[in-house]
Structure formats: C-alpha cells, structure tokens
C-alpha cells in the first residue's frame, strides 16, 4: 500500500493547503462582509463619489494623485472606498461595537501603494528566502542530479507563487486575486508531483509522467471551473486542502518508514508539521495590529524560516548517490 502513493517532498504545499483550510473552517463570501453592508458606509461611498469623483474634482484627485498609486490603477472610487472604511470603522469604536470586516477583509491602514503591508512585505521576504535558497541549491546540488530540474521547477513555480501573492497583497484586484489563489494551486499540485518524483520516478518514471498529466489535467479543469462556470470560494478551498492533506500524510509516512535508515527523515516530517502548525494562526482571526498585523500576516511571516529548512533536506538525498563527484 505504501509504494502506491508517491513519498511527497513538499515545502510550499502544506503552507498552501492549510491557509485552504483555515478559509474552509470560516466559509464567508468575499463579495460582501458586515462593514460594507452599513447604510453609514454605503451612504458615505455614494456621497463620496457623488461629489469627488465627477467634473472638476475628479480631475483634480487624479492631477495631485502620486504616481505610484495610479500606477497600480488606484481610482477616485476605490479612495472613497477607503476613506469611507475608516469613517465606518470609526463609529463602530465609538460606540464600542467588534471592528467589521470590509469586503470580506479587515481595515487596514494603507502604506504608500500597499493595502495590505504586512502580509505583503511577508510574501516577499517568502519570495526572497525561496530564491536564495534556490541559489544555494544550485550550487550544492550537480545538474546531472536526478533530482535537479524537478526540484529547480517546484522553486521556480513557488516564486511566481509568492510574487502574485505580493501583488495580490499590494492591491487587490479581481485580476491580482485569481492569480493569488490559481498560482497557490499551482504550487500545491506541483508539490504532489514532486512528491512523486522524489519517491516512485527515480526508479519508475513513467509512474511520475502519467502523474504528472493527471496533475496538469486537474489544474486545467480546475481553474477553467473557477473562470468561466462559477468562482466558488467553498469549493477552491476544500479542493486544494484534500490535496494538502494527502501530501502531508504521504510525507509523514514516508518518513515514518525510513527513520532508521534516513538520518535526514526528520527535517522532512518536521517541515510538513510546522507549515501545517503555523497555518493554525490563521484561525485566530483578529482585527489588525495597529491596523497592520493580522492573523494571515503572521502566518506567512512565520513560514520564512521554513524554507531554509527544506532547502537543506534537499540536496542530502541527491549529494549522496553520484559517485563520481567522490573523486
């Protein structure tokens, strides 16, 4: 029964998984949340654009508008939208009512052009700590590896994962948001075809080849499911976290079954536990430190030191076979 699943190495794709899993445990819409439903908001927005966002005053916003704001296609709208968020959120204190969500987010307090700047600035420290190890690995580990370019691959697809997570943190936009959540499957299913590589393809590759199909078909139908039928939130999650799952349970026993031959299994099982354990911040959910650090900032935040160590499991099991570097 084991040598029917593939022994999975994976990094990102528990990370990815469990933030899955925390969204499936809170199901809520995105379009809508308890803050922008308010007739205080609703009625400050269309005043707002009513009266700013028309004539002479909208092209007075867009003449004084700092260029990098307009660079990220930040309108008139969406600053009354902003302002409004804060005029709502400020009524709410005063009459000592829980701060609501807007548009299925928590206010925060805008940086320059980031919305989100914490848990962008998280996203691209994960970007940089995947790319320097990447480097590393690049030098440590021959090309001849077997291992090489499926794992030089899953670090490529984890970057561009983490670049539109930045960007999606930086300005949430319809087209920033499907690239976020696509790019995050992307990663989770390219996790389980590492997994398979690293664990039944060395000695069997045409398994990991009809695995591989099997994964593009299921990212094609999955995201042609969510563009062109119905973008369903509910179903996104509990797909990406049964594929989460599977991987971790996959992992765990692979290392279980090598424990005393392995001396490296505990870094991979260790790995697997942690992305998982720190997902669980997630479920915390509270309104943003100082209008900045929220739950889902300090959980990406808290995977960057996960990387270093995946990245030096790794090459173990690579550096050991070749024997022709022994002379």
Same mark, same amino acid.
């Given at each position: 029964?084991?040598?029917?699943?593939?022994?999975?190495?994976?990094?990102?794709?528990?990370?990815?998984?469990?933030?899955?899993?925390?969204?499936?445990?809170?199901?809520?819409?995105?379009?809508?949340?308890?803050?922008?439903?308010?007739?205080?908001?609703?009625?400050?927005?269309?005043?707002?654009?009513?009266?700013?966002?028309?004539?002479?005053?909208?092209?007075?916003?867009?003449?004084?508008?700092?260029?990098?704001?307009?660079?990220?296609?930040?309108?008139?709208?969406?600053?009354?939208?902003?302002?409004?968020?804060?005029?709502?959120?400020?009524?709410?204190?005063?009459?000592?009512?829980?701060?609501?969500?807007?548009?299925?987010?928590?206010?925060?307090?805008?940086?320059?052009?980031?919305?989100?700047?914490?848990?962008?600035?998280?996203?691209?420290?994960?970007?940089?700590?995947?790319?320097?190890?990447?480097?590393?690995?690049?030098?440590?580990?021959?090309?001849?590896?077997?291992?090489?370019?499926?794992?030089?691959?899953?670090?490529?697809?984890?970057?561009?994962?983490?670049?539109?997570?930045?960007?999606?943190?930086?300005?949430?936009? $319809?087209?920033?948001?499907?690239?976020?959540?696509?790019?995050?499957?992307?990663?989770?299913?390219?996790?389980?075809?590492?997994?398979?590589?690293?664990?039944?393809?060395?000695?069997?590759?045409?398994?990991?080849?009809?695995?591989?199909?099997?994964?593009?078909?299921?990212?094609?139908?999955?995201?042609?499911?969510?563009?062109?039928?119905?973008?369903?939130?509910?179903?996104?999650?509990?797909?990406?976290?049964?594929?989460?799952?599977?991987?971790?349970?996959?992992?765990?026993?692979?290392?279980?079954?090598?424990?005393?031959?392995?001396?490296?299994?505990?870094?991979?099982?260790?790995?697997?536990?942690?992305?998982?354990?720190?997902?669980?911040?997630?479920?915390?959910? $509270?309104?943003?430190?100082?209008?900045?650090?929220?739950?889902?900032?300090?959980?990406?935040?808290?995977?960057?030191?996960?990387?270093?160590?995946?990245?030096?499991?790794?090459?173990?099991?690579?550096?050991?076979?070749?024997?022709?570097?022994?002379?």
């Amino acid at each position: 029964m084991a040598s029917a699943f593939p022994r999975c190495t994976s990094v990102r794709l528990p990370a990815l998984a469990a933030v899955i899993l925390l969204l499936l445990v809170s199901v809520t819409t995105v379009e809508s949340s308890q803050g922008d439903k308010e007739p205080v908001y609703r009625d400050c927005l269309k005043l707002c654009v009513r009266t700013n966002c028309t004539g002479a005053r909208r092209r007075s916003f867009e003449s004084t508008q700092p260029q990098y704001m307009a660079l990220i296609g930040w309108t008139c709208r969406d600053d009354c939208r902003y302002q409004c968020m804060w005029t709502t959120v400020d009524l709410y204190q005063a009459e000592g009512y829980r701060i609501p969500q807007f548009h299925g987010k928590w206010p925060f307090v805008r940086f320059l052009c980031f919305e989100e700047p914490a848990s962008a600035l998280a996203s691209l420290l994960n970007g940089l700590a995947c790319l320097l190890m990447l480097l590393r690995y690049r030098c440590a580990v021959p090309r001849q590896s077997p291992m090489y370019h499926t794992t030089n691959a899953f670090s490529l697809v984890s970057l561009n994962a983490w670049f539109w997570s930045t960007v999606f943190h930086t300005r949430d936009t $319809f087209l920033t948001e499907k690239m976020d959540y696509f790019c995050a499957t992307a990663v989770i299913l390219y996790s389980i075809y590492l997994c398979c590589v690293r664990t039944l393809g060395l000695k069997h590759p045409g398994r990991s080849s009809m695995v591989g199909a099997l994964l593009i078909l299921v990212f094609t139908s999955h995201v042609s499911y969510l563009t062109f039928v119905n973008f369903d939130y509910g179903y996104n999650m509990a797909a990406n976290v049964t594929i989460g799952m599977v991987n971790l349970l996959w992992w765990l026993c692979w290392c279980w079954q090598n424990r005393r031959t392995l001396p490296y299994w505990w870094k991979c099982g260790l790995v697997a536990l942690m992305l998982h354990g720190l997902a669980l911040l997630e479920l915390l959910d $509270f309104p943003p430190l100082l209008w900045i650090l929220d739950a889902h900032a300090v959980w990406h935040l808290s995977t960057i030191p996960v990387h270093f160590l995946f990245y030096r499991f790794l090459p173990r099991p690579h550096l050991k076979k070749p024997s022709v570097h022994k002379r």
